[in-house]
């Protein structure tokens, strides 16, 4: 079976075509700049070749056109016809307490992920323009929900409630979702793999440090708690997000700025995290360059970075009554040596004994193992697939369904 995995933006579409019979990419690519006609592109890559069209696109139906003529296209394309699609898997971020696990779309499905907008505000209307595309433009074709959220669907009541007035989860839904489901899941089961065990015996630790980062504490395959909460703000230092404040200081600093309720929100989702404390720079590779430079802010954002994804791993280890290994991934995860090196010295304590030079000599795109083989805790890279882990899922809910 070939699945069509779409991951939709609000002006992007992002696609890869999966053969499931051995798990290989056949083609993948990003449409971009949907709804700016003179500048919307699509980027195209199979058969080891990339190609850049420039086409106008008014809506994601007619972006969503244009990869499916890319994909049977005599040159470019990778099938004869677009019924060699057995199903579509589609990226969606919320899936609320309801769906703990992929679900094929229909439309009470659909009438749900409209309720849903309210808790994905930026995200969810995207997600659902991807949808309504396929099924206008692949009519017949089974469409499947992929949630973010879905496998922190596990948590006990203690981890993901807020210690607020209760009608507040009650009558809103306020509680801790959790994001980066489907990697955490993905990095999860490809770490027991590794070490080939069963996950319903291991206490894994799984660290997605991207632009976007969480931490994720899996207890004998389930997650028992996560490190985002309602939204993706919460949780550790960002590229551009604060993760955890005190709230108050948001009456604070709105009162002294005279900046409005939006404005202080997405200050501290947009102009915090590495960028609010270095002042410059949200990408890693540059906070890692200019501290190296002796830029002081720099510096501080560095060391505070770090700092936070330690007292994670640790407080999660305290809640899982130990931890069997550790996988780091996603951009920095996957590729900054020195901020592994950063987070796990001074862990020995813990059973957590790493290997200075196999972290320093790591073999990039791979599962790569960083701790000693004394260790009591091992440690991993695990590049992290989440289009893989969606195409699985797909899969798996059209077989069962
Ligand atoms: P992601 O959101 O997973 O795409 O990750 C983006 C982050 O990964 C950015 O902060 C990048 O600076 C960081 N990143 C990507 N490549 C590298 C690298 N070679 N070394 C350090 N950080 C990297």
Redesign the pocket.
């Known amino acids: 079976m070939k699945i069509l995995v779409i991951n939709a933006g609000s002006s992007s579409i992002k696609y890869q075509l999966l053969d499931m019979e051995n798990e290989k990419v056949l083609a993948k690519g990003l449409v971009e700049r949907i709804g700016e006609p003179e500048y919307s592109s699509l980027t195209h890559k199979a058969n080891g070749k990339s190609s850049t069209i420039y086409r106008p696109l008014q809506d994601h139906a007619q972006g969503l056109e244009f990869v499916l003529s890319t994909l049977v296209d005599n040159e470019l394309g990778v099938i004869k016809s677009l019924d060699e699609i057995g199903a579509v898997g589609h990226r969606v971020l919320h899936g609320a307490e309801k769906y703990n696990k992929a679900v094929l779309i229909d439309d009470d499905v659909m009438n749900d992920l409209k309720d849903n907008i309210v808790l994905g505000p930026l995200h969810m209307p995207a997600n659902i323009l991807g949808i309504e595309a396929c099924k206008k433009v692949m009519l017949g074709k089974k469409n499947v929900a992929v949630f973010d959220t879905a496998f922190h669907a596990t948590m006990p009541d203690y981890a993901y409630m807020y210690a607020v007035p209760y009608s507040w989860y009650e009558n809103y839904g306020v509680r801790k979702y959790g994001f980066h489901g489907t990697s955490h899941e993905y990095i999860a089961n490809e770490l027991a793999k590794v070490l080939g065990k069963d996950i319903k015996d291991l206490k894994i630790i799984s660290c997605h440090i991207?632009?976007?980062a969480s931490i994720c504490a899996v207890k004998n395959g389930q997650c028992v708690d996560t490190s985002m909460g309602f939204t993706p703000l919460e949780g550790l230092v960002m590229?551009t997000r604060s993760g955890d404040i005190d709230p108050a200081v948001i009456e604070f600093v709105m009162d002294k700025t005279k900046m409005n309720i939006n404005e202080t929100v997405t200050a501290l989702n947009k102009k915090s995290g590495l960028l609010g404390l270095s002042e410059h720079y949200?990408?890693?590779?540059?906070i890692?360059k200019y501290s190296n430079e002796g830029d002081k802010k720099s510096m501080l954002a560095r060391k505070k970075f770090v700092y936070v994804i330690k007292k994670y791993i640790g407080s999660y280890i305290a809640a899982m009554n130990g931890v069997d290994a550790i996988a780091f991934s996603?951009?920095?995860g996957e590729?900054?040596s020195e901020?592994r090196e950063e987070v796990l010295q001074d862990m020995n304590f813990m059973g957590i004994d790493f290997d200075i030079e196999a972290n320093k000599n790591f073999v990039r795109g791979e599962n790569f193992k960083i701790s000693k083989d004394t260790s009591k805790v091992a440690v991993y890279i695990i590049p992290t697939n989440e289009e893989l882990s969606i195409a699985r899922q797909t899969k798996n809910v059209i077989e069962n369904h």
């Not at 949200?282 to 540059?286: C, E, N, V």
């Open positions: 991207g632009n976007g590229g949200s990408d890693h590779r540059d890692m996603a951009g920095i590729n900054s901020m």
